[in-house]
């Protein structure tokens, strides 16, 4: 029977996770895998097939093998063939695949007790270099390196004539696509992490790049609708940050959903529907206007869907802003079960972002009733999420409400220590919003020191800064705050 291999689709998800799930324990009859099918199917969708490029084996329409490479440092990170399918030549198919791709060389790990795999990968030039254990299963496990031998034959080939050179093919529709794709996501990972690491503007810069890409005819709708959504969510942050205009994050993200719907891919669906939510709710709340049940409606689809397609991520961060909106809406112990069930989710998963936002405002809840001691409770695991994720961007607000939740409480030194650290980090950043806080706190500890002069100059400072972004609630607050002098 004749196999053919295929870049993987996304319509291949559930076959190809069901596929690696039972090869798994069909290797390990002895063990059981410590994380459930969802898991892998979540940990395939968010990360395998957005951080791999993925090969599909194929016979007669049915997946029997697939292989995922992670190219930035040729790892092969997953090969796996249905049992029914074994001693056809397919994994020596999907292996020869990534050769090809990688041809200055290839690593992988695999547990040391699976002694078929090992020789596999023996028999096709790797080599053991090193042991460890499985950061997944806790089981022990071994690296293996392939590099491709060269003979003098090769030594000779390796400056090729300009004739070779006009000889090779021109690369397929299909390998320009995936070129584009490769390429994109490298931009929107890179801004992401510029963004995390406090650097918005730099994230931006990036992004924008970026945009001029997408129209390109070798660039997917896929692949359009997902920088659009990306680029999109990073306007919307910047106007929650800075209060900058809300209009190009919004028009980015509606592109985003008709692409989506246009290819019916459902998880960018969602993801477009939560970003056009935030977008709309951050610009409201900047002006302290709009209607919270037109903004629930968003969130509320995305939630379905995201159940739809067991989103964990997606499902926490959806549940987080429907808590917002009802909390808006003066739903107070829906808004509380809301941000609940989106903190167990992010704490079962690992997510620490959407935990970090859970708990902060399980914070100012509890604040806002007068239970500061709890409040700084929440405050405080809020803060080690981030320091433990590594999340720099969020740390000044994360501190400014630290600092608040102390003075409460009439511990004036740790309010200062907080505050400082707010102070240090939010123009370092340039995050208007977080400046803006972070003087308005460092003013009510200098009034509760007696330093009255000192306290006026941080509202003037305040107002200031909330003038220049026109972010007038803030600017009343301290306005309100310098009546006292």
Known sequence: MTTTLRLYRNHDLDEVVQLWYHSWHHTFPSLRHPEPLDAWKTRFR????KNEIIWVAEQDGQVVGFLGLRERDSYIDQLFVDPQFHHQSIGTALMNKAKQHAPGGLSLDTLQ?????????????FHAVSTGRNARNGQPDVKYCWKP?????????????K???????LPSQETLSEQWRVLLLTLEKTAQSYFLSGQLEQALQLLQVGIQLVHIPEVTPREQARFKLAYGNMLAIKTNFENAPVENALALLEEAKQLAMTIADDQLIADALNGIGYAHYVAASNKREGDPHMLLAYFQEALERRRALHDDRGISESLFYI???????EQK??????????????????????????????????QAQGNFSQAQQYFTESLQQLEHAGIQVYLPFAHVVLADA????????AASSHCQKALDLAPKMNIKKALIFSLLSSGRICQEKQEHAQARGYFEQAYAVAEAIDLKYAMQWASSALQDF
């Open 323 to 329: 808590g917002l909106i009802s909390e808006l809406r």
């Open 163 to 169: 004739r070779a050179i006009m000889a090779q093919p």
């Open 406 to 413: 102390c003075l409460a409480q009439g511990n004036v030194e």
């Open 113 to 125: 007790q699976n002694r078929v795999a090992r020789a596999f990968y023996e028999r096709h030039g």
């Open 46 to 49: 968010d990360d395998l097939s």
């Open 333 to 366: 112990e829906f808004a509380h079960t809301s941000y609940t069930q989106s903190l167990e989710i992010a704490q079962q998963h690992g997510y620490s972002r959407e935990a970090f936002e859970a708990l902060r405002h399980l914070g100012f809840f509890e």
């Open 149 to 161: 031998v060269q003979t003098s034959a090769d030594r000779r080939e390796l400056k090729p004539s």
